[in-house]
Antibody, heavy 118, light 109 residues
Framework: QVQLQESGPGLVRPSETLSLTCAVSGGSISSDYWSWIRQPPGKGLEWIGYIFYTGSTNINPSVKSRVTLSVDTSKKHFSLDLSSVTAADTAVYYC????????????WGQGTLVTVSS | EIVLTQSPGTLSLSPGERATLSCRASQSVSSSYLAWYQQKPGQAPRLLIYGASSRATGIPDRFSGSGSGTDFTLTISRLEPEDFAVYYCQQFGSSPLFTFGPGTKVDIK
């Protein structure tokens, strides 16, 4: 069973870039789509974007100008960069496996809280 | 953008009771692309139902999904103590490609 683990700084200063990595284990990174989803404290879920192992991406228009997704198949991880962050970007960030044929997220990391504050 | 609305916001029930959760879409959603998730405090969401009515791996049969078009339902036939949580519906197919409803909290009466 695939397992996902997010890693990265828990605190980012306003206007800087939030960078997170998701390590994939127990399965092949080259056979699925991989996604980032976030959840502000006490609020609902927002899909950020997905990446295929080839590097093909699709990103939510609400953050498209600020988001870069990348994948490293040799290291079995994929990454999120979110630039020019503000307090509104404070959230728990989840990585998840996307089953594109069904359009659902069947495996999730435990999530990592990123706070944007000076 | 397809907006998903969930009702009620909170459902207060006792163990053993039946829970009926609603998810309504602002535009028609393909049944193939409607999913439900359960989230407990401090945990990641867990996929329960996909394709509107198919249970994900390991999900007990007390969970069932139904619906089509703009109206979908998640039913928990008999609530177990571990079922008290927040439930989200999610659609795939309209920009943004994936959206979630605001959630229904099922708490203990």
């Amino acid at each position: 069973q695939v397992q996902l683990q997010e890693s990265g700084p828990g605190l980012v200063r306003p206007s800087e870039t939030l960078s997170l990595t998701c390590a994939v284990s127990g399965g092949s990174i080259s056979s699925d789509y991989w996604s980032w989803i976030r959840q502000p404290p006490g609020k609902g879920l927002e899909w950020i974007g997905y990446i295929f192992y080839t590097g093909s991406t699709n990103i939510n228009p609400s953050v498209k100008s600020r988001v870069t997704l990348s994948v490293d198949t040799s290291k079995k991880h994929f990454s999120l960069d979110l630039s020019s962050v503000t307090a509104a970007d404070t959230a728990v960030y989840y990585c998840a496996r996307l089953k594109i044929r069904g359009g659902n997220f069947d495996s999730w990391g435990q999530g990592t809280l990123v706070t944007v504050s000076s | 953008e397809i907006v998903l609305t969930q009702s009620p916001g909170t459902l207060s029930l006792s163990p053993g009771e039946r829970a009926t959760l609603s998810c309504r879409a602002s535009q028609s959603v393909s049944s193939s692309y409607l999913a439900w998730y359960q989230q407990k405090p401090g945990q990641a969401p867990r996929l329960l139902i996909y394709g509107a009515s198919s249970r994900a791996t390991g999900i007990p049969d007390r969970f069932s999904g139904s619906g089509s078009g703009t109206d979908f339902t998640l039913t928990i036939s008999r609530l177990e103590p571990e079922d008290f949580a927040v439930y989200y519906c999610q659609q795939f197919g309209s920009s943004p490609l994936f959206t979630f409803g605001p959630g229904t909290k099922v708490d203990i009466k």
